[in-house]
């Protein structure tokens, strides 16, 4: 279980924790920590990529367009990931944006794949301006935790409702993974020994091996996939449909579920450089053809979910590890980690992300602005863009202006401040 700091307590300065030598790490690598890391990665790793493998088909993208894409978005956000959570001694992992990713889909039907590409080149340059100013720090600071919070919750939810709905379309698979966790978690000191999310996982890999319901890729895959450089072409009519949604979506709806979710573990992200590291890795990502870069919100959950917080950044490591190993080998990795049945990777995510879910529900609706916070859940989980822009922001924009009417005595403490 998480611990999560007292409330009125402030978490340790990033910036005066010191980088831990490689002893230090492998010190701090546990189990339970790495096991957190494998179950983050493959979230990171499948649906998301199933997602990469729609847009690609969608937008007549050639097998090597797939390659570089999935090489700059695993592997060079990979190289970002290790860096940060060594530097900082905080799980931050930085991969893509995964509804950047479905705007970008949506604009390959009419827009070449170059000028989508100097948007995102665009889109880091602007995000970049902003870290540097100093300005998505104040922003950050200036919402109210429960707003955020209810942000957080409405997009996590559907981890909670997919294990749900993994039980009952595959209940052999995902029924006994969840029963393993539960009973694991149901005794302390049984839990301590076995992690009840090591246990769903071995249990939930026995029971697919038993059943047959693996399937390994057959066929030829390049043993290497190095990535394709572009240049990125600028259209004004690209950067009118593309910039303002791409960067929104960076710096608001991804960014701001990363440092929700730290937060709420008891670490103190350091927002102005996350910013310009997603600025700088969305630029370098776009010769390779990716959409930009964000720190992920999923994955942190996941990896700052549980375990003692100062060997939490190990996992950050290790997923970033994985990452440059996933983008080395995208075409092989890719087939291989969508093999595996879609219950138990919906099932082993919505576990890990229980307690996840506990917390955003209790820190958005247990004290002040919850009625904002409740207004941001509801637009967020309706899930209706608008403007080309997703509904977390406008989840955010009109659960502030519910608390600026309606709470106006909650929000003193913040202009206090």
Not at 275 to 291: E, K
Not at 403 to 408: D, K, Q, V
């Amino acid at each position: 279980m998480p611990s999560f700091p007292a409330r009125g307590s402030t978490p340790p300065d990033p910036a005066r924790a010191s980088p831990p030598s490689l002893r230090r790490v492998l010190a701090d690598l546990n189990g339970l920590h790495a096991v957190n890391a494998v179950v983050a990665f493959m979230f990171a790793a499948t649906g998301p990529v199933a997602i990469v493998l729609a847009i690609a088909a969608r937008g007549n993208l050639s097998p090597v367009d797939l390659s570089s894409w999935l090489f700059g978005a695993f592997a060079l956000n990979g190289l970002i990931s290790i860096g940060f959570s060594w530097w900082y001694r905080q799980p931050l992992v930085l991969f893509w944006t995964i509804p950047g990713a479905v705007l970008v889909g949506a604009a390959l039907t009419h827009l070449t794949f170059v000028e989508v590409l100097g948007t995102c080149l665009a889109t880091g340059l602007l995000v970049l301006g902003l870290g540097a100013s100093g300005w998505v720090r104040r922003a950050s600071e200036a919402l109210p935790l429960p707003i955020v919070m209810g942000m957080v919750a409405a997009v996590f939810l559907r981890f909670g409702l997919g294990l749900v709905l993994a039980i009952r379309d595959d209940v052999w698979i995902a029924g006994p993974m969840a029963a393993t966790f539960f009973a694991l978690s149901a005794r302390a000191g049984l839990a301590r020994r076995v992690p009840p999310l090591i246990g769903a996982l071995v249990v939930g890999a026995v029971v697919i091996a038993a059943l047959g319901r693996f399937h390994a890729p057959i066929g030829d895959a390049a043993p290497l996939t190095w990535p394709r450089l572009y240049a990125p072409a600028f259209s004004w009519k690209a950067m009118i449909e593309l910039l303002m949604p791409l960067t929104i979506t960076v710096l608001v709806v991804q960014n701001g579920q990363g440092i929700a979710v730290l937060r709420a573990a008891g670490h103190q992200p350091p927002i102005t450089a996350i910013t310009i590291a997603c600025g700088l890795g969305s630029m370098i990502t776009a010769f390779a053809g990716a959409v930009p870069t964000t720190l992920t919100g999923p994955v942190n959950a996941i990896i700052s979910g549980s375990g003692e917080r100062h060997r939490q950044y190990t996992a950050g490591i290790l997923v970033g590890l994985l990452g440059v190993a996933f983008g080395l080998l995208s075409p092989f990795v890719t087939r291989l980690t969508l093999a595996m049945p879609g219950a138990f990777i919906a099932a082993i995510a919505g576990l890990a992300m229980l307690r996840v879910l506990q917390t955003a529900f209790t820190l958005a609706f247990k004290d002040r602005c919850a009625l904002g916070a409740l207004v941001t859940f509801l637009v967020t989980a309706a899930d209706v863009p608008i403007l080309g822009v997703g509904a977390p922001f406008w989840g955010l924009v009109l659960g502030f202006a519910t608390s600026l009417l309606l709470e106006r005595e909650d929000l003193k403490p913040l202009e206090a401040r």
